[in-house]
Every structure is written in structure tokens, then in C-alpha cells.
């Protein structure tokens, strides 16, 4: 589960700042903080913290300079942590945008304490950095959203099912039912599948993180699944983006839709490689009680609450036509609905 580059960002409104101001006293603290890049655009710092008793390590990437920034928690996707994009990646260039940005390198990555627990102990790695985030003075907390792709997409949905302090959010690509999602992937090895071996990597980490496999331990995978939440999430106050993609061969786009079935107030949305509206789901979504717009794209003003919005050919990692389309939507949404 790679992490992607979101060139859409230079759709983002200029970004204003207000004047800095003491943290919040009594809040809780970094551990430690550490610059590791600073120039005319950007300041990055490595910073760890506590979580749950665990030391954990992750990045903030701001603009330089004082000012109270619209903050966003990013959440990466897949099990081997942040990679390149230290001192890189969506961190710098939503920082360049106008945001402070805070980037988990959950339990078990990065040299971080614990292990890897798959969209469990990462929600509270998530929430944690968050509070800390919030209490900075180089924070606006009534100006925080999230970020969360595929593993960290699961994350995200989590995290906003136990109360995330933020206005808005976008879960790209994101799994919401861990059962269905292992089955996909045994379903992918027994069919010969070309990628075979990375489907058995993701089986084996799911099964490692969770003590077995569903039939042994359902409690476990339920408890991994932002779908068996979803009227915590309905509760949630926040807009709300989920975005998918027809051709995801990884996480397939029937999580997503059984999410927005499950949710209250969804408006979907299923676009062609044009961007034009289909009216009709897409083939892997037909039969769920989902109500497919017919209606123009609901962005750049984004006026209701939750929306789903389905692309075709679009692969897990942005591939075709309409990968850039979806790129440039996530950064629509969080400059109307987060800023």
C-alpha cells in the first residue's frame, strides 16, 4: 500500500495566518523535537511521543515562520511506515499549502515501540499526535482535518468513530470490513493472480496483527472494521469525503460502498474519466441501498456533509485517466470543508 503524491494541492486557496500565541498549558507534549529540514517554503521537524505507553515516533511538516495554521493529520498507508517520505512526500507539500501537518509512524514502524496492529493501536497513535498537534502555538485547533489513505484510510474512519477532533476528513481508498477484505485477497491467490506473493504478504501481516485468521478470531477483525462503527461515525459531526476508485485491485471499491450504505446522509456520486456523472453504481456497488446522484460534481463548494464519490478506472495507487481528477478533489474538499 503505497502513499501517492497529491499534485491538486496548488488548488488550495492561499493560506492565511493569524497571530501566534502560547500552547495550551497542561496539554500534553512531545517527547522529543528535532529539525531536520528548514527553508524559504518549509520547516520539518522528527518528533516522538507517548501513545498508549508507547514511544512513537512521527514528523511535523509547517510553515515556516509564526502564525496559527490550519492543521491536518495525515495518515500514510501500508505497514512499513514513511519511507521517502521523510522529510518528503504529502507532509512538505501540504506544509507548502499552508498547513501544519502531522505525520504517525505508527506503533511498530520507524523505529516506533510496539508492533503493528493493522487500523487498531493506530488510532490512538493517530488521536495522540493529534492532541499534542492542537496544542501547539503554531496550531489553529478550530482549523484541523485528516488525511487518511488506504491503511491509513481504515485509520482515519476509526479515528473519527471515536471522536477526532476535526472538522473535516478524506478516507482514500480506505478498507472498511476486514473479513470481506482478507477473503478478496484469497480469492486474488487462488485465482493465480500475478501479484500472488504481495496478496500472501498482506495476509500474512492481517493475520499476524489480528492472532489468526477470521474463522479464529472474528472479534479481532470486527474490531478493525470502521463498518461495524458506522453510527459512531454517523454521530461525528464533520464532513466527510470517501473516495475510491472502480479499478482498485488491492482494496476493493465494495468497501467503500458498503460503508456509505451502512452511513446516514451520504450523497453519491459515480464519475466517468471525463469527470461526467453516471447515474447508475458502479457494477461492484450494485444492489447496496446507495442513492447515485445524477446531479453535477458537488465540488469545489462541497455543500453537503458526506459524500462518496466513485471513479472509473482508477487504480489503488492513482493509476489512469482519472487518477490526477481525484487528486485535485481531496485537495478541494479539505480547502472548502477544513480551512
Not at 509512524?105 to 495522540?128: A, I, K, M, P
Not at 466527510?240 to 453519491?268: K, Y
Not at 474519466?273 to 447515485?292: E, F, K, M, Q, R
Request: proline share 8%.
Amino acid at each position: 500500500m503505497r502513499r501517492f503524491l497529491l499534485a491538486g494541492l496548488c488548488l488550495l486557496p492561499a493560506c492565511g495566518s493569524s497571530p501566534s500565541g502560547p500552547g495550551v498549558p497542561g496539554a500534553p507534549e512531545w517527547l522529543s523535537v528535532v529539525l531536520t529540514r528548514e527553508d524559504a517554503t518549509v520547516r520539518v521537524e522528527k518528533v516522538e511521543y507517548l501513545s498508549e505507553g508507547l514511544r512513537i515516533v512521527g514528523q511535523v511538516c509547517r510553515p515556516p515562520g509564526a502564525g496559527r495554521f490550519p492543521v491536518l493529520a495525515l495518515n500514510h498507508g501500508g505497514f512499513e511506515g514513511l519511507g521517502a517520505d521523510w522529510n518528503g512526500g504529502l507532509c512538505v507539500a501540504f506544509a507548502r499549502a499552508g498547513y501544519a501537518t502531522v505525520e504517525s509512524s505508527y506503533r511498530g514502524e520507524d523505529g516506533s515501540q510496539g508492533r503493528v496492529e493493522f487500523c487498531l493501536g493506530e488510532v490512538s497513535d493517530v488521536l495522540n499526535m493529534l492532541a499534542i498537534a492542537l496544542a501547539q502555538p503554531y496550531a489553529d485547533p478550530q482549523r484541523a482535518s485528516m488525511l487518511g489513505l488506504s491503511h491509513g484510510g481504515c485509520i482515519t474512519a476509526r479515528a473519527l468513530e471515536r471522536g477526532a477532533a476535526v472538522r473535516a476528513a478524506v478516507d482514500v481508498f480506505g478498507p472498511t470490513e476486514a473479513v470481506s477484505l482478507f477473503r478478496s485477497w484469497q480469492a486474488r491467490v487462488a485465482a493465480g493472480d500475478p501479484q500472488a506473493p504481495a496478496y500472501r504478504e498482506l495476509i500474512a501481516r492481517v493475520e499476524q496483527a489480528a492472532g489468526g485468521p477470521p474463522e479464529a478470531v472474528p472479534a479481532a477483525y470486527a474490531a478493525r472494521s470502521p463498518l461495524f462503527f458506522v453510527r459512531d461515525l454517523d454521530a461525528w459531526p464533520g464532513a466527510l469525503l470517501v473516495v475510491h476508485g472502480t479499478e482498485d485491485a488491492l482494496i476493493p471499491v465494495g468497501q467503500s460502498c458498503a460503508l456509505a450504505a451502512a452511513g446516514q446522509d451520504f450523497r453519491a456520486f459515480h464519475l466517468g474519466t471525463l469527470l461526467n456523472v453516471i447515474p447508475s453504481p458502479p457494477d461492484a456497488c450494485a444492489g447496496l441501498p446507495v442513492a447515485w446522484r445524477s446531479g453535477p460534481h458537488p465540488g469545489p463548494s462541497w455543500p453537503d456533509r458526506r459524500y462518496l464519490v466513485v471513479h472509473e478506472d482508477v487504480g489503488h495507487d492513482f493509476e489512469g485517466l482519472g487518477g490526477g481528477a481525484v487528486l485535485a478533489e481531496v485537495a478541494s474538499f479539505l480547502a472548502a470543508k477544513g480551512r
